[in-house]
């Protein structure tokens, strides 16, 4: 496995780009501090450089905090940091030390928003485990259907789009008078969980008549999970673990 050194040894690398982005964004952004213990062992588990934007991510920043809080991506973050984000290597379960034998079959959780919805970038086979897409394509649970759909995009693409304020006609029926200031008051461990649900007729029709209530988002993505079993029959694989500690299990 190549070293974090070897790793971040560009000549191109992906962070001034993703500042001036973030800079420019139309689009709220909070960079949180990373940290390096953790950013040297996640990147060396992606094996990814820093060319990249995930690499990026990982090793300048232990999360962004985009449009007013309402997308929460993964990065390095110090144990128990400022707005309880987890770090992307605990949301994946990576293993305490870099290790060559572990991989991720169903693909990376990258991002959650605010709904729950999971932003997951795929792995080298999608196919075998029920994943759209191709390999190394973003893809996304949709919380108001309880599907994964194609974004058509890698992830530094998804993320510019983000950036440029992509969300806005993405969300279109999935925000209501206010959300703002809603999703600026939640801690980045907690979502919004509505009632009726957001797959449900009643909300698809008046959503600004649903309650909602914060929730720990581990609660939230796991009722999206055992709800689409019932409903569908079908498991929608593993939507990230809320959990600051990186796996015990090799």
Do not use: C
Request: proline residues 7%; hydrophobic residues 40%; charged residues 20%.
């Amino acid at each position: 496995m190549r070293l974090f050194e070897n790793l971040t040894a560009t000549q191109e690398p992906a962070w001034p780009e993703l500042q001036r982005l973030v800079s420019e964004a139309s689009v709220t952004v909070e960079i949180l501090a990373p940290d390096e213990a953790t950013s040297r062992r996640t990147l060396e588990q992606l094996q990814v450089t820093t060319r990249s934007f995930l690499g990026a991510v990982v090793v300048h920043t232990g999360g962004l905090l985009i449009d007013h809080g309402w997308l929460r991506v993964y990065g390095s973050p110090p144990l128990g940091g400022p707005g309880r984000l987890p770090g992307l290597a605990a949301m994946n379960g990576f293993p305490p030390a870099p290790d060559a034998s572990w991989s991720l079959a169903q693909g990376l959780v990258v991002a959650h928003d605010v709904l729950g919805g999971t932003y997951v970038l795929n792995g080298h086979d999608p196919d075998a485990v029920a994943r759209p897409g191709r390999p190394g394509e973003m893809i996304y649970l949709a919380p108001d259907t309880l599907q994964w759909e194609r974004l058509e995009a890698g992830h530094a693409a998804w993320l510019a789009w983000v950036l440029d304020g992509g969300l806005t006609d993405f969300t279109d029926g999935l925000r209501w008078d206010g959300w703002e200031a809603e999703t600026r008051s939640l801690t980045g461990d907690r979502g919004l969980n509505f009632f009726p649900p957001l797959w449900s007729k009643e909300a698809h029709e008046d959503l600004n008549a649903t309650s909602r209530a914060a929730v720990p988002m581990a609660e939230l993505v796991g009722l999206a999970r055992a709800t689409a079993a019932q409903i569908d029959g079908a498991d929608l694989g593993p939507l990230g673990t809320f959990d600051d500690r990186v796996s015990d299990t090799r």
